[in-house]
Every structure is written in structure tokens, then in C-alpha cells.
């Protein structure tokens, strides 16, 4: 079955210490999501490809980097985590941008910093 | 900015009873509006997506309805079972296309 698949599920890292999540499609979709969701609240885009083209928040901070080094795959890479960056990350994929497209959802990585 | 408020308190439903959550926007009305469902741990999934010209969209038990003069959205799910326990979360289309999301509304249906 087409999906998105997130690895790995859980992450232990250190402060300070980096860290990558991965993500890989098999939908062929050209946009790829992250998102940090914590504890009941809304998820929050961190960025978003559109195809090759990188788009960030302009509230995302610095610390946070991706990568999509091709179609299928995208990497999330936090520099230097700190205790707040403690989250579920989310990586979703959609057909094309806009509202009027459903995004899939991978499982997601729950990263613990200790 | 935009902002979506959906009721933060979990909502109690017996089962066979319709549950109905709300989801409130506060400035410009979105063209699109959608509804996902998340279970604990995972992610969210993909239920219904209506458009501001449509005022109601059916799937199976689900309903839902846009109503752009009160900025409202509700979510019905008709005869809820125990297995549609979860939270409930819209997410409504901006002017970068993309989606702004609510917090969600967690739903427990009781035997």
C-alpha cells in the first residue's frame, strides 16, 4: 500500500546533542510537511517542499533543517535540541499545495531530549 | 491572523447518539475546510474536505457542515461507536496554501 513511513517511531537524543528523522513516500506526491505537535495542541508546520523548492516558517526556529535530497525522502535534522523540542514530528505528503488538497500523515517520531 | 478554536474540553457521547464538534474560525472564511481524525500516537487522517460553497458534505456516518456568516464548521458523526473514540481536529486553508489546524476536540464515545 502507498504511505508514508517515519523512522524512527521513538528517539532518545541528549541536549544538545543532533539528531535526523526520516521520512519516505511511496505516494509520489510533489509536497512534503513537518510538523512539530505537542501535547494537545494543533500540529505546526515547520516547512514544507514543493518538489525540490524549500519553504520555511518564518517562525521556525534556525536549529531546524531539512532536506529532500529526492522525491521519496525527507529528512529532519535539529541542530542543537534543547528541552522544548520535545514533541511528536510529523512528516505529511500531498498531491499539490493548497487547501484543497488532503494531506497523509506517517506515524511520526516521538523525540524525547534528556 | 487566523485562528481556529475548537472546544478544548473532551466531549462525552453514549453510543448509538450523534456527536457533534465544533470548529470556529476567526477572520477571513477559508474556500476550503478539512477534518482529520488522530489517534494517540499517530497521526492524523484524512476524513472529509468541504468547500465554502458547499454547505454540507456526507461520508457514511459523517456529516459536515460550513457556515461562512456564523465562521463555523460542525462535525456530526451519526450512531457513534466506541471505535470512533478520538480527537477530532479541522485545519482550514490560508493564503499560502496551506493549512492552519486547531487544536482538535478528543471525542469518547461510551458504551
Known amino acids: 500500500d502507498a504511505m508514508v513511513i517515519q523512522n524512527p517511531r521513538y528517539q532518545v537524543t541528549q541536549f544538545g546533542k543532533p539528531v535526523t528523522l526520516s521520512c519516505s513516500q511511496t505516494?509520489?506526491?510533489?509536497?512534503m510537511y513537518w510538523y512539530q505537535q505537542k501535547s494537545s495542541q494543533a500540529p505546526k508546520l515547520l516547512f514544507h517542499y514543493y518538489d525540490k523548492d524549500f519553504n520555511n516558517e518564518a517562525d521556525t526556529p534556525d536549529n531546524f533543517q531539512s532536506r529532500r535530497p529526492n522525491t521519496s525522502f525527507c529528512f529532519l535534522d535539529i541542530r542543537s535540541p534543547g528541552l522544548g523540542d520535545a514533541a511528536m514530528y510529523l512528516c505529511?505528503?500531498?498531491?499539490?499545495?493548497?487547501?484543497?488538497?488532503?494531506?497523509?500523515f506517517g506515524p511520526g517520531t516521538r523525540l524525547t531530549v534528556t | 491572523s487566523q485562528k481556529i478554536e475548537q472546544n478544548s474540553e473532551a466531549l462525552n457521547i453514549q453510543e448509538g447518539k450523534t456527536a457533534t464538534l465544533t470548529c470556529n474560525y476567526t477572520?477571513?472564511?477559508?474556500?476550503?475546510l478539512q477534518w482529520y481524525r488522530q489517534d494517540p500516537g499517530r497521526g492524523p487522517v484524512f476524513l472529509l474536505l468541504?468547500?465554502?460553497n458547499e454547505k454540507e458534505k456526507r461520508k457514511e456516518r459523517l456529516k459536515v457542515t460550513f457556515d461562512t456568516t456564523l465562521k463555523q464548521s460542525l462535525f456530526h458523526i451519526t450512531a457513534s461507536q466506541p471505535a470512533d473514540s478520538a480527537t477530532y481536529l479541522c485545519a482550514l486553508d490560508d493564503s499560502n496554501y496551506q493549512l492552519i489546524w486547531g487544536a482538535g476536540t478528543k471525542l469518547i464515545i461510551k458504551p
Open positions: 468541504i468547500r465554502e
Open positions: 505516494l509520489n506526491h510533489n509536497v
Open positions: 505529511a505528503t500531498s498531491r499539490d499545495a493548497g487547501g484543497d488538497h488532503e494531506q497523509y
Open positions: 477572520n477571513y472564511s477559508p474556500a476550503y
